[in-house]
RNA sequence: CGGGGAGUAGCGCAGUUCGGCAGCGCACCUGCUUUGGGAGCAGGAGGCCGCGGGUUCAAAUCCCGCCUCCCCGACCA
């Protein structure tokens, strides 16, 4: 490619609104250009970068079987009524991308279980046919809150998406391992540190499912990791093994202290800050409406989070308002049950000491709150949260948190979406009609560009991996102006690597040294070569590797023949 | 959705306090010089100052409304 004729401009300065580093550098590299906020255009080198990705995820796929398809963007609104997810997904991730075509209701699909579990029990009617997984790469639609740094969180973005159809559980399990593999084999070549993580599995619904975290500083998700075993999850699935219970600084009878304006942990640790009162020393009581819309109280320590279980959402303002039992600030465990209220609690309450927690009276706390003497639990589990230091659940050593990004998701769904879609069945060898066992998964094409060029880039610009680097070389003649022997050499070297299908960005624009390699650095081809007059008086080119800024020097007349074979 | 900030040429910004010709750097076009790490000189083109209304002889600037963008926060009692 002539560089003098790609539809390229390349910034000094970055836009304002670009905040961290691989944001900047692919608008001012000249890959992508902003069209509202969290929609991009990909400008000729981006879409090179996009199309590298997703040709090893398309030869990865293949290799595991699966078959690529193309599902439409534009979905039936009606579809999702059938599987229930226009409510479960809630009205603030589809209004956005609601749209109406000729009277009919449609959104802008921001995934395709519908679609792909539709079309598959319309075409599928036997076991003979199973299993089968498809898979697309294509554009979707979700209503960001906040779309941020540049390809990573995106409005509208790049997705592969592959679901598999069996006819058992084992079935499913076998599909997903290979996909499984598969992911593993796409981030490898994509030259990312990854980590499968055990995972929560959320909106989709399904069981085991696992999250492939790229650890990185501009991470939105965190995973806890072993230190020491192989254990890893994300933050909402984690566990840990029982903690040391801490001293105890509540008393043994449940006694009930004014502590006006104190709501929340914090303040009342402040509180009580004469008795050395820690917040793993209160117990935290956290409301929430369960499915069926019955107010369900959860019990963790009070330095953790909350994990809602799925299904489950917290009290809004509205829901304290309707029940007056469950006072905001000033909730506790005891006699909870009598008021109809369900109590869930984490496994870590379980250690029978006395907890400080609310009297369920405004403005009051109590001490010595007990299990089974002063409250009991309905049901245990893990409600909480890991932190740096915890146990880890399957070898006790601590556990560490680590930022990451998530750049790829795979579900086992079991029936999900095979029972609550009409007739999607198939018939078993025993001739009776049974439900698809699906599984589902996904891969952030567009966000792996900004995840990949975030792990590759120095101060000067990007440093691509050669698996994805827009082009093979950059070949950089100086001066070809002025020296025709340096715009021969330079031309014969483009011939004869595009002849043997090495692409090679060639820089034949009349512009300084400085510029074309201040613009070289930037766009960040893993491999320069300079053809100057300095060099060919030697008959020799010099080559540049741009990762480690290595360079040496290659005879002109091998030049080809040598950089080819790289 | 709550709080904060910002919209002026393709990009980065000044000008807004205190109303009075629309500015600077980069990029772009023409010419000459220069030529191995973002060159110099001269000339030139490019603007709905986010949008709509209002005040005024006069509005980028003051007032009202709206839109867009960025940052922080968003169930943790």
């Not at 250009?33 to 080198?45: E, N």
């Not at 610009?461 to 994805?468: F, R, Y």
């Not at 002025?482 to 690597?497: F, G, K, M, T, W």
Request: proline share 6%; glycine share 8%.
């Amino acid at each position: 490619m002539r560089m003098s004729r790609m539809l390229l401009r390349t910034l000094r300065d970055a836009p304002g609104d670009a905040e961290v580093a691989s944001h900047r550098l692919l608008v001012r590299g000249g890959y992508i250009r902003r069209v509202a906020s969290g929609v991009y255009t990909f400008l000729p080198l981006g879409q090179r970068v996009l199309a590298k990705i997703s040709q090893i995820v398309r030869e990865e796929m293949n290799r595991a079987g699966a078959q690529e398809i193309l599902m439409p963007v534009l979905q039936p609104r009606e579809l999702w009524e059938q599987s229930g997810r226009v409510e479960s997904l809630g009205p603030e991730v589809y209004s956005a991308f609601e749209t109406e075509c000729r009277g009919a209701d449609f959104v802008l699909g921001p995934t395709h279980e519908e679609v792909v579990t539709a079309m598959v029990s319309a075409d599928v009617d036997s076991y003979r046919d199973l299993p089968v997984t498809v898979y697309q790469i294509q554009s979707k639609f979700r209503g960001e809150a906040r779309p941020r740094y540049g390809l990573l969180r995106g409005r509208e973005f790049i997705m592969k998406d592959a679901y598999s159809f069996d006819e058992s559980p084992a079935g499913m399990k076998e599909s997903y391992k290979a996909q499984y593999d598969a992911y593993c084999a796409v981030f490898d070549r994509c030259g990312l540190p990854y980590v499968p993580v055990e995972a929560q599995s959320g909106a989709i619904g399904g069981d085991v499912n696992h999250e492939f975290m790229v650890p990185s500083d501009i991470g939105e998700d965190q995973f806890a990791r072993c230190t020491s075993c192989d254990y890893s999850a994300n933050t909402e699935a984690a566990q840990s093994a029982p903690r040391e219970p801490t001293p105890s600084v509540s008393t043994e009878d449940l006694v009930t202290h004014h502590t006006p304006d104190r709501p929340g942990i914090d303040l009342v640790v402040e509180f009580f800050a004469a008795r050395n009162l820690a917040a793993s020393g209160m117990l935290k009581c956290i409301a929430v409406l369960d499915e069926k819309g019955e107010p369900v109280v959860i019990l963790v320590p009070g330095d953790r989070d909350v994990i809602v279980p799925s299904g489950m959402r917290a009290f809004a303002d509205a829901d304290f308002a309707r029940h007056p039992e469950l006072i905001r600030g000033y909730i506790g465990p005891m006699g909870l049950q009598e008021r109809g209220v369900r109590v869930l609690a984490d496994h870590a309450v379980a250690v029978g000491r006395p907890w400080v927690t609310g009297a369920n009276k405004h403005d009051h706390h109590v001490t010595g709150a007990t299990l089974g003497r002063d409250f009991e639990v309905d049901e245990w589990g893990s409600f909480a949260t890991v932190a740096p230091g915890d146990p880890c659940p399957r070898c006790r050593r601590p556990l560490e948190l680590v930022r990451s990004v998530e750049a790829g998701h795979v579900f086992q769904l079991g029936l999900r979406y095979s029972t609550t879609m009409p007739g999607a069945t198939f018939t078993a060898e025993n001739g009776e009609d049974q439900p698809f066992w699906m599984g589902c998964y996904g891969i952030g094409v567009s966000r792996l560009v900004a995840v990949i060029a975030e792990a590759n880039h120095d101060e000067a610009g990007l440093t691509w991996p050669s698996q994805v680097a827009p082009f093979d070389l950059h070949l950089i003649p100086l001066g070809a102006e002025r020296s025709p022997e340096v715009a021969e050499a330079a031309q014969r070297i483009y011939d004869e690597l595009t002849a043997v299908g090495v692409d090679v960005l060639y820089d034949d624009r009349d512009a300084s040294a400085g510029v074309k390699f201040a613009d070289a650095d930037l766009i960040g081809l893993p491999i320069q070569v300079v053809v100057g007059k300095k060099g060919l008086d030697r008959g020799v080119v010099e080559r540049k590797i741009r990762a480690t800024g290595t360079r040496d020097e290659v005879p002109v007349d091998e030049a080809a023949a040598m950089l080819a074979a790289l």
